[in-house]
């Protein structure tokens, strides 16, 4: 208990660089019980990484598949603007939004110049 008590005193009235060189020091005179505190946090280390790496593969996996399977927007192009056949009326906007895998159908305009 002495060794203790002493070991405090003698650190409390230390600057920061000597701390440093005394904490140093001590582990170098216990090196078994330095590689095994460095050897626990590896393990502990490893044993979250690797769940983690699996995890965030297996997200990633999911994510690719649903991103390749759900298309996210449909382009209509028409080579002929002047063909009435060929436009969106309001009433097949209507039909398309009422397809089971729509979620939102809408006209838009775009210039062929923005598009390119």
Same mark, same amino acid.
């Given at each position: 208990m002495m060794n203790v008590q002493s070991h405090a005193r003698r650190t409390a009235h230390m600057r920061l660089?000597?701390?440093?060189?005394?904490?140093?020091? $001590?582990? +170098?005179?216990?090196?078994?019980? /330095?590689?095994?505190?460095?050897?626990?946090?590896? #393990? *502990?280390v490893?044993?979250?990484? %690797?769940?983690?790496?699996? +995890?965030?593969? #297996?997200y990633r996996? @999911? @994510?690719?598949v649903l991103d390749d399977s759900l298309p996210t927007l449909i382009? *209509?192009?028409?080579p002929d603007v002047s $063909?009435?056949?060929?436009?969106? /009326?309001n009433e097949r #906007?209507?039909? %398309?939004? +009422?397809?089971p895998d729509a979620r939102l159908a809408f006209a838009k305009v775009v210039s062929a110049a923005i598009e390119n």
């Amino acid at each position: 208990m002495m060794n203790v008590q002493s070991h405090a005193r003698r650190t409390a009235h230390m600057r920061l660089a000597e701390r440093l060189r005394f904490a140093i020091k $001590d582990i +170098g005179k216990r090196r078994m019980m /330095t590689a095994f505190n460095v050897a626990a946090v590896l #393990i *502990a280390v490893v044993y979250l990484l %690797i769940p983690a790496f699996y +995890g965030l593969s #297996i997200y990633r996996y @999911q @994510q690719s598949v649903l991103d390749d399977s759900l298309p996210t927007l449909i382009v *209509a192009s028409c080579p002929d603007v002047s $063909d009435e056949q060929l436009r969106f /009326t309001n009433e097949r #906007i209507r039909s %398309i939004a +009422g397809l089971p895998d729509a979620r939102l159908a809408f006209a838009k305009v775009v210039s062929a110049a923005i598009e390119n």
